[in-house]
């Protein structure tokens, strides 16, 4: 892809803030697989500088109420985008986004 200035932490995410070198340095973080609770808003804003996005692709945790709405401190869930519609044996698969402000 000849991307330059990226890198790709294949860690748990657990581990991400062990890395102090890419605290508020990344424009996109990217995860999956991830349980929805303050560990994950805390390490996601950690990481992010302000105006960089997270892509969450997750279950249906967060379905529900307002899209648009503060998650945590600095952090804002700006959108949800159906990856693979619901079928009758499971939910859907969903692309949640994330967006840290200052």
Same mark, same amino acid.
Request: aromatic residues 8%; proline residues 5%.
């Given at each position: 892809?000849?991307?330059?200035? &990226? ?10 803030? /062990?890395? !102090?070198?890419?605290? @508020? =340095? ?7 697989? &991830? ?10 804003? /950690?990481? !992010?500088?302000?105006? @960089? =996005? ?49």
């Amino acid at each position: 892809m000849a991307l330059s200035g &990226v890198e790709v932490a294949n860690i748990r995410f657990e581990a991400l803030p /062990s890395r !102090l070198d890419l605290t @508020g =340095r990344a424009g996109l973080v990217s995860f999956r697989a &991830v349980r929805a609770d303050d560990s994950l808003w805390t390490t996601t804003t /950690s990481l !992010l500088k302000p105006g @960089g =996005r997270g892509f969450w692709f997750g279950g249906p945790e967060l379905t529900g109420g307002d899209v648009e709405r503060e998650i945590a401190p600095g952090l804002r869930l700006t959108s949800f985008h159906s990856l693979v519609p619901a079928s009758t044996d499971n939910g859907s698969s969903r692309l949640a986004v994330l967006q840290k402000f200052a």
